[in-house]
């Protein structure tokens, strides 16, 4: 039951992250209509960035990290107007081609500057020492345990599943309640249509990638601390299974990216602790087919009726 | 006799490939002198020839029935490991007692290698039938992305794959936790150990002409499969629907056969073409077929022009070779081939750079120098036809 | 004003519809019982019955967004229908897909055109020939005899149904590069290609002359004399309904509003306040 609960837990937080992932894949996609393929290799260099400046220039984390979002940030919206842009009325397929050039490009950029080697990541979080509530909870090495030391949740997966809570939060209040997320709706919708209402469809599009990639940046430093190990595919592989959890959720939903991540996460780690160590993966892509199977469009997508 | 133009076409892709295998032959037989192909030029050949049949069927799937396919590597790891186990067994358990009273192999290896290939086509070809029947339900990118996780799949469980040979009986285990299939194999020949991948194969992992031949012969049935295929009434179904499914059900195609033929047709071509890239490489490992690979596979369709068989055989023997002679660039090699990638899909598919030759149109000199260029070979005709050179004195006045 | 091609007295049947006279006896070719469909609580077709006569050319007519097309989509079996059944030459088609309807006897051409456009003209006839001249995968990968055989006959046959329009000489001109008008012709000699006992043409005349449209006027009437088929067609032009159409049926809001001969609808006051009418309006204003 304990083991269970932990099991649940870890999957919680490495959902979490998927989540956060996802959400840029899903975002993306409901504005530009293309799937970012090398939205996987933002979230290394965000990882990469926070990693060089806290162990080169001895930057505090927490500005290591905001240094780290501002400069995916800008790499989004550069990637977007360059490569993406003059691509709008190509076919899915020539940009799709194209993402997967930016991806090899940014592994291989990254190869250059940090190596292929991999890197440490430092922590990020800590915890102070302390025992609450007469001994039922103690905090001690960055770890919370509970219940009689029996389970244990460390300050990593705290953070990284209250992070997912409030970008959840503030992301679906800026959709909804915000001008510029009105925008991004109306164009997720009809971009034209957007346009003939003086909506700035470029722009629309710029800040989704402006905020995608600004949550790559957390999703990299959040991965990176709980798995600390840095190398420059580091993204390629999250980036598929996040891709995999916005189809999974219905691909262009928001709810349906957070949803999808988390289930994933809770999948795979289920999978991998009461089936198989070695078939997570394949158990996580099962699941995918699976509901993709019963329904077409995942699991909060819109049908979409073709017209005759 | 009247040749018409998809014959013709059909013919110049056979003819390329023919010739580019009379020259390597004659690169490593060494017929013409000063003309000898280095170890490491041979030892892509037969590679080549793999790439080759894989991105023709990737080519079918993609650009002939019009399905994105991302998990092509995964039907040639079936291949590839299916083939390492079935030569195996071939060599091991179909024995027979030669004039010597010894016992030995009832084939020859060359036998071995042609029966594996097309074994491992056939069960590639199950595979695609199994993956496809749910899976081509399903349009556009979830279809990507479904066929990018059954390839991601496949590599899984291939990875837990033991299999094992004792005297002439082969044993199979899944290893899919630490704790199963512990002690498995003791005493015997390991043929695939898990993630390691293959081991002990049968063939050799030096140059061999024989297996480049075969693998020679394997492009030219591939282009032979799947040129007669477009030309015929099922690739024109196949086409149709592609272009526009809704008119071809109204005029009664079958959408979900025809899908299914191309896409069954391409998996048990990239089995094969994995068979023989098993049985020619010193070992294969899983992770050697992940989404990477099908990636790479369909760069290749991509760069060579989706749709067009002969673009598709260009571009994977160039990509193959490439970057062997890029060496020089070393770490830059991967850089340059992504940058290479952008930009070639942006200058064919950007309507700013379609327009950027219009633009520069609009410069004079440069708009005159180029008609007067276009121009050239009819007024060369006219000049040599009627002695008379008066459209060229015009053009030049502008 | 209006010329009369044909010249046919129409005999009410006794259940929906009225047939030619010379159909009278047979069975329709096409019979929908009740036919309805919803769009997320919008009915966009209701109750639409309708009998069509072996070899009638019917007409089918209403302003736009009446649900012409839709019913055409109900037809075909694009959409299924909420409520109601499809009988072609008698058969249920409940639950069939559209390429069933079309091996039942059922073909049509595409308000907006949709061709096979990067393929020859040649090429998107024999498409339509693919249940007529069969050959297996096999036999067409590897060149069997049969795969000589069916393709010299399916040569001879594109040739002889381009000639119903006189197109035989743009066999190997690609379809996306002809002419509007020539596509529209292609796309019927395409839907004629897979022996349809009954051909729907959603707005043959759109974007075609008036002289080549009163050649089309001529072609359906041949078409039907000599293939022996019924023919429903959806048309603006009223030219064209007026002078070929045997019996119209008339759609407003997703309802028939009236049936009848040309005559009886000309006539007919809910047509004319729904349809006609404005159309009246507009020649007037």
Redesign the interface.
Known sequence: MISLLSTLLNGLSLGSVYAIIALGYTMVYGIAKMLNFAHGDVIMIGAYISFSAILYWNVPPILGFLLAMLVCTVLGIVIERLAYKPLRQATSLAVLITAIGISYLLQNGAQLIWGANTKAFPTMVSLPNATLFGGSITISNNTISLLGDQLKISGNMLVTILACVVIMVALTLFINKTKMGKAMRCVSEDKGAAELMGVDVNKTISLTFAIGSALAAVAGVLLCTSYPVLQPTTGAMPGIKAFTAAVFGGIGSIPGAMVGGILLGIIEKLGQTYVSDQLGDAFAFAVLIIVLLVKPTGLMGKKVHEKV | MKINKKLRSALVTFAIVIIAFLVCEAGIEGWVDGFKLKFAEKGLLVPICCYIVLAVSLNLI?GISGE?SLGHAGFMSIGAFSGVVIATWLEKAVLTINDAGKTVPFFGDTAIIIITIIVAGALAALAGVVIGI??L??R???L???L???G??IR??M??VLVAVDGSTMHFAL????S?AVGFGQGMQMVINGAQGTVNKVTSAAFNNERFIIGFGLVIFTL??VL??IN??????I??IR??R??????????MKYKM?AFVTGAALAGMAGALYGLNMKTVTAVDFD?NMS?EI??MV?LGG?GSIRGSVIAAAVLRFLPEKLRFLN??R??V???V??VV??A??????KNFWALLMRVKPLRVAVEWLQALPGKVRAAFSFGKNKNGKAGEAQ | MKKRLVDTKMVPLPSVSIVPERDVGKRPVLETRHLGIEFGGLKAVEDFNIAVGPTEICGLIGPNGAGKTTVFNLLTKVYQPTTGTVLIDGKDTSGMTTEQANRMGIARTFQNIRLFGNMTVEDNVRIGLHNQIRYGMLQGVFRAPAYWKAEKQMHKRSLELLSIFGMQDMADVKAGSLPYGAQRRLEIVRALATNPKLLLLDEPAAGMNPHETEELMQNIIKIRDEFQIAVMLIEHDMNLVMGICEGICVLNYGRIIAKGTPEEIQQNPAVIEAYLGSQGREENA
């Open positions: 993609v994105l749910p899976a339900r399903l556009g990118d979830y990507a992305i479904v990018l996780a059954f991601e799949i899984n469980v990875n837990c290893k899919i936790n630490e199963s032979f499969v007669n295929l015929s009434r099922s690739g024109r179904a086409m149709a272009d526009n809704i008119a071809a059900e109204s005029v009664g195609l079958n959408v033929m989404y990636i369909l760069v991509v989706i770490d830059y991967m850089l081939y992504a940058i990638l952008i899909m942006l064919t598919n950007s309507p700013i750079l």
